[in-house]
């Protein structure tokens, strides 16, 4: 089998396909440089969800009949940095569905009915989100650990003022001068060859406009470290999430944050953490941690879902693993262990098309390099282990962090 | 792509999905045994025998599955459903003996240690805390209480809490004992490898163990459904929700292929997949009946495909200031439309394509594929999933009114809702 193939348009779009005819399927997965981090506060959020509910051709329903018509399906999600758009279909449909999708991404027309239901979709989420003792403490994380100026600081769905106070002039400009074809990138993977893309695929994308991609976001700087409560009476069970500032996915210290939050929270049942959390006290369901490499920044976050009578307990032994980092750091046989996992990982995560189409993105969009799918193993084993360890100290230092809890948590004395 | 079928001489089932150019193997190995094999006062205990067995026995330490598919780089888990517990890994192709030998001491050797067992509850109760977070878990909790009555499909599948409080080592051990054996058990191989050399290795891990005697078959059967039942959560929350739920025949009548129609015309498709899907589907009855008329935020219908009578049920998030009998009787109204009226030419089109096209995205990778077939062999038969895409495709809007008005009748309705922050007096 050969190797990707990567397309890059006049307009600055780029294509990527790898293909694999042994299921009569396509998955693809694309970005447009339109993120939350981009424009007022919960525009993106409209604008992504309103993508695919109305054209200048066709009604709403129209193109959700033509979509599934087909058999096909497609979504437009809302990110920080970028608007995803993620769809399967299959050789027979695939004309059709890149033209619906160009058609969407080129002339969408932001009905007013479709963006009162849309504003209805997105208030429900946000007092959904509010009810969830997991999402509202990691929502108020990232406003404890971002700036205030930081775009990151801000949920990307918006809040209930931006929420019920976005007009439709407002998304339109939004997409006038966000939803340009520099910077979009698509990857492909399935039961479609180099002819076809070049003839179907990339013939429709060319027609769009190149516009002008958003400058950079800019780096946080580090907050100082916080912490709250969010009370949740009615609730079972606490969350509790702790976190930081970390790095962004090209930081020259990624790799190394990397295999190490594998290492503390997540490889296997959940590394260390979960080990002795879940598995060693059975305190929680689920303990782990989790890196969030993006373009511009990332952070780092530790959580846990813990019975209220446990929280303190379980906050102590968080701690105290991350702790132990300086103590007793990883071994040479965790490394080695770590690095293993990273390399196979990788092998068996390309086991889907929906996986191959949205590890050619992201290998773009980080700007990781055509080669970078042979290259990994070599990037992953040649990390050094001293490193590893002293960077596992120094992201994952207990003090640097901000936490919070939720749920039945009122009145409880809690420290981390 | 064919599936090849063979029984070893202890009962075991084995499937095997050869894809040459696959860069993984994935092995499933799934029991048939669920809550539905549960009685009062154990519930809950089918699932923590599938927390009990990634804690080691046999050849395996505790940490082992985790430490050796974790240095792999490997996918495991393991899942219980009301019809059975499935385990899994997926590795590179090299490493399909390392998979198989897992399966096997997972199978009879199991440790059960009493303080490991013991560590266990505080997890579980966890799990199930945390599902009580949730007002869509409480609400379809009380839709399953609700409209069964004698079957234990009335009980959820984690277990209901003072049992998970009480239950003892030597309960859970026996269980396990009895359940887990070749003769009870599907074992699914997809991915890169030849057939007869996998049949090898299989022989070689699964071969020797010994058939269980089985308990005799369940023989409960739910009395018929004599009027609409009812049932109200009152619980601080931000949303009110409503479900629905008909009691429909099991995945084996011959009546699932209308059903599944009749699902996608209802609510769209999604395939078959349990765990949810990325692609919302707005070419549907309720979605235009609710969401479009902004009466609810979301709304979906699903034909829980179970080895017993079971339900197809309609989930809907009312919209804020709406009042949510509204949103049920619209709901309702659209199945209403269903039972007077079949569906029209085009409906029927896209319900059909939207079927066979997500048979393809479906068994999108071995994983994907090992899933779908040993859930099907263990509820029913693997042949059941191909012929149900194929019965699909044969299904007329007749056939959709018809199972519509034999199911989704009044009679047959269980209505449960949450009405968010607003405590009972």
């Not at chain 1, 962004?248 to 296997?268: E, F």
């Not at chain 2, 499933?28 to 699932?47: D, F, L, M, Q």
């Not at chain 2, 899907?277 to 829980?304: C, E, I, M, W």
């Not at chain 2, 479906?362 to 994983?367: F, M, R, V």
Request: aromatic fraction near 8%.
């Amino acid at each position: 089998m050969s190797g990707p193939v990567r397309l890059a348009l006049g307009n600055r779009c780029v294509l990527l396909l790898h293909e694999d005819h042994s299921s009569p399927m396509i998955a693809f997965r694309g970005s447009v440089r339109a993120g939350a981090a981009f424009g007022r506060p919960g525009v993106a959020e409209f604008a992504s969800r309103l993508l695919l509910r109305g054209t200048r051709r066709r009604t709403a329903s129209q193109l959700a009949d033509a979509i599934e018509d087909a058999g096909a399906a497609v979504s437009c999600a809302n990110g920080m940095e970028s608007a995803t758009i993620e769809g399967r279909c299959t050789r027979e449909s695939l004309r059709p569905i890149m033209r619906i999708l160009v058609e969407s991404l080129s002339e969408p027309a932001f009905p007013p009915a479709e963006l009162e239901k849309v504003r209805g979709e997105i208030l429900g989420d946000i007092r959904e989100q509010q009810d969830d003792t997991r999402r509202a403490a990691a929502r108020r994380l990232f406003e404890i650990v971002y700036p205030a100026t930081h775009p990151f600081h801000r949920d990307p769905k918006g809040d209930a003022g931006t929420a019920a106070g976005t007009q439709r002039p407002v998304v339109r400009a939004f997409h006038e001068a966000f939803y340009g074809a520099a910077g979009m990138i698509f990857g492909f993977s399935g039961d479609l060859d180099v002819d076809t893309l070049q003839s179907t695929v990339a013939g429709a994308f060319e027609t769009l406009e190149a516009g002008q991609e958003p400058a950079p976001v800019p780096l946080p700087k580090a907050t100082r470290r916080g912490s709250a409560v969010v009370p949740m009476p009615h609730k079972s069970q606490a969350d509790f999430v702790a976190g930081r500032i970390a790095v962004s996915r090209t930081h020259p210290d990624y790799y190394a944050v990397n295999l190490a939050n594998i290492l503390l929270g997540r490889i296997g049942l959940y590394g260390r953490m979960g080990a002795k959390v879940r598995d060693e006290l059975g305190l929680a369901y689920y303990s782990f941690s989790t890196l969030d490499a993006r373009r511009a920044a990332g952070h780092w976050t530790v959580s846990a879902g813990v019975n209220p009578k446990n929280l303190a307990k379980a906050v102590s032994a968080i701690r105290a693993e991350m702790e132990r980092l300086k103590r007793e750091p990883f071994s040479d046989a965790e490394i080695r262990d770590g690095k293993t996992h990273l390399v196979g990982a990788l092998q068996v995560a390309l086991e889907r098309n929906a996986e191959y189409a949205s590890a050619l993105h992201d290998i773009e969009y980080f700007g990781l390099g055509a080669d970078f799918l042979a290259r990994y193993p070599r990037i992953v084993r040649s990390l050094d282990a001293d490193d590893v360890r002293r960077k596992a100290v120094e992201y994952f230092d207990p003090d640097e962090c901000s936490w919070v809890a939720s749920g039945p948590v009122k009145g409880m004395k809690l420290a981390f | 792509m064919k599936t090849i079928a063979e029984t070893l001489d202890n009962g075991l089932t084995v499937l095997l999905r050869p894809m040459p150019h696959a860069p993984a193997v994935s092995v499933w190995v799934g029991y048939k045994v669920g809550s539905r094999n549960e009685r009062p006062g154990i519930t809950g205990a089918t699932h923590w025998v599938e927390h009990m067995l990634f804690k080691g026995g046999g050849r395996l330490k505790k940490g082992d599955i985790d430490a050796i598919v974790g240095r792999l780089g490997g996918k495991f888990n393991g899942f219980t459903d009301t019809d059975f517990t499935i385990y899994f890994e997926t590795l590179a192709p090299d490493q399909l003996d390392t998979a198989l030998m897992i399966e096997a001491e997972r199978m009879r050797n199991a440790a059960f240690d009493p303080q490991e067992t013991e560590a266990e509850r505080g997890v579980i109760i966890s799990e199930r805390e945390g599902a009580e977070n949730s007002p869509k878990y409480l609400l379809s909790e009380e839709l399953s209480a609700l409209a069964f009555h004698a079957h234990p499909y009335h009980w959820p599948v984690i277990g209901w809490k003072s049992d998970l409080q009480r239950i003892q080592r030597d309960e859970l051990y026996a269980y396990y004992l009895q359940h887990y054996a070749p003769n009870n058990a599907v074992l699914a191989l997809a991915g890169r490898f030849d057939p007869e050399d996998a049949m090898r290795r299989v022989r070689g891990h699964f071969g020797a163990f010994r058939p269980e005697t089985q308990p005799a078959p369940l023989t409960i059967r739910e009395p018929p459904q004599e009027g609409e039942r009812r049932s109200v959560i009152r619980r601080p929350g931000t949303q009110d929700h409503v479900m629905i739920g008909y009691r429909v025949p099991e995945l084996a009548h011959a009546d699932t292929a209308p059903l599944l129609v009749l699902q996608a015309v209802l609510g769209g498709w999604r395939g078959f997949s349990p765990f949810g899907s990325p692609f919302v589907s707005r070419s549907n009855r309720l979605y235009r009946g609710l969401v479009d008329r902004k009466l609810a935020t979301d709304v979906s219908a699903q034909h829980r495909l179970q080895a017993d009578p079971s339900l197809l049920t309609i989930e809907a998030t009312v919209r804020e200031g709406v009042d949510p009998a509204k949103v049920e009787r619209a709901a309702i109204a659209e199945v209403e439309r269903l039972r007077e009226k079949p569906p029209a030419a085009a409906e029927m089109v896209r319900a059909l394509r939207q079927i066979r096209a997500w048979g393809a995205y479906d068994l999108d990778g071995p994983t994907a594929q090992c899933l779908l077939y040993t859930w099907f062999e263990v509820v029913a038969s693997h042949t059941l999933l191909d012929t149900l895409l194929t019965r699909s495709q044969g299904v007329t809007a007749k056939d959709v009114r018809r199972v519509a008005e034999a199911y989704l009748g009044e009679g047959n309705r269980s209505v449960c809702t949450f009405l968010a922050g607003r405590t009972a007096s």
